[in-house]
């Protein structure tokens, strides 16, 4: 049996159904406190996520990005 490989430019998104360009899709992962149950991941367009951050009470805590800083040395 012969296998294509498809490569995707557009994500549709899980709130609104539309397609949304790949450069401006956020994938919001969600994951249960205890860590027993799987992961949730929702792919939204730029648009919504502006939406669903205001519908928030507090603002979202950043996460820093781990590992060496690009250009960094070894010592």
């Known amino acids: 049996m012969a296998r ?3 490569t995707r430019e557009e994500v549709k ?7 949304v360009a790949e450069a401006e899709a956020w ?5 249960p ?4 149950s799987s992961k949730k ?3 939204l367009s730029s648009g919504e996520v502006a939406a669903f951050l205001k519908r928030l009470v507090l603002p979202p805590k950043e996460i ?5 800083k690009p250009g960094s040395k070894n010592k």
């Not at 998104?13 to 397609?19: F, P, R, V």
């Open 27 to 31: 994938t919001v992962l969600l994951s």
């Open 4 to 6: 294509k490989t498809i």
């Open 41 to 43: 991941e929702i792919d």
């Open 33 to 36: 406190p205890d860590g027993r």
């Open 13 to 19: 998104s899980n709130l609104s159904g539309e397609d």
């Open 64 to 68: 820093k990005r781990r590992g060496r």
